[in-house]
């Protein structure tokens, strides 16, 4: 099946620094990605729709300037958590489509 | 507004037995896909069942099953002969096929604890 990958797959930073995940189709392009954050023993939670070429569509309530997404190549989608606060300590999983849904492995970031 | 509902928290299932974990949803689109993952405390999302709203058979996956009732709009995962590696959370998820873009929307999830 298609692999996607994450990296970092944890990071620690502290707060009011800015820190950034990438979220890479290892053997397919993706024209859409997906990221979605999940805090301990919850759901996954869907964050934007990241679109090749275009501007990220978020979801209601995820803040835009915090949460900046780029995705600048069919293989690869960044998410830049800007000014991190320890509320922001979470679970961050991108995913990647085509015709079906691809998960990458998740990346832990925690925020002293 | 899709939605999907996993109303049980946690189960519990004695090893070699079956056990259901359920799930309902709700849309207005005619047409969509119902998935179910895997989750164990790695974090990886694995990829288990899919059902289609047109399907007319409930999909099977090996010791997988799902029962898909579409006019009741619920549809339920069957694991048979649970395993001890069958402990993780597993969640129900629904995909609007024309709408929304092909984002999924996931339940609550469900934390299976298999005994041995």
């Known amino acids: 099946g298609a692999v996607v990958s994450q990296h970092p797959s944890w990071v620690i930073c502290k707060s009011g620094t800015s820190v950034k995940i990438e979220c890479r189709s290892l053997?397919?392009?993706?024209?859409?990605m997906f990221w979605y954050r999940q805090f301990p023993k919850q759901s996954l939670m869907l964050m934007a729709t990241?679109?090749?070429?275009?501007?990220?569509?978020?979801e209601q309530g995820v803040e835009k300037d915090k949460f900046l997404i780029n995705h600048a190549s069919l293989t690869l989608s960044t998410l830049t958590v800007t000014s991190a606060h320890p509320e922001d300590s979470s679970f961050y999983i991108c995913?990647?489509?085509?015709?079906?849904?691809?998960f990458g492995p998740g990346t832990r970031l925690t925020v002293t | 507004a899709q939605k999907i509902t996993q109303t049980q928290p946690g189960m519990f299932v004695q090893e070699k037995e079956a056990v259901t974990l359920d799930c309902t949803y709700d849309?207005?689109?005619?047409?969509?896909?119902l998935f179910w993952y895997k989750q164990p405390s790695s974090g990886e999302m694995i990829f288990l069942i899919y059902?289609?709203?047109?399907?007319?058979q409930n999909a099977t996956e090996g010791r997988y099953s799902l029962n898909f009732q579409k006019a009741r709009k619920s549809a339920n995962l069957v694991i048979s002969a649970s395993q001890l590696g069958d402990s993780a959370m597993y969640f129900c998820?629904?995909?609007?096929?024309?709408?929304?873009?092909?984002?999924?929307?996931f339940g609550q999830g469900t934390e299976l604890s298999v005994k041995p």
């Open positions: 995913s990647a489509i085509i015709h079906e849904q691809y």
């Open positions: 053997d397919f392009q993706a024209t859409t």
């Open positions: 990241s679109n090749e070429g275009s501007k990220a569509t978020y």
């Open positions: 849309t207005s689109d005619q047409s969509y896909g």
């Open positions: 059902q289609g709203s047109y399907d007319e």
């Open positions: 998820a629904m995909r609007e096929i024309y709408n929304q873009g092909g984002k999924l929307i």
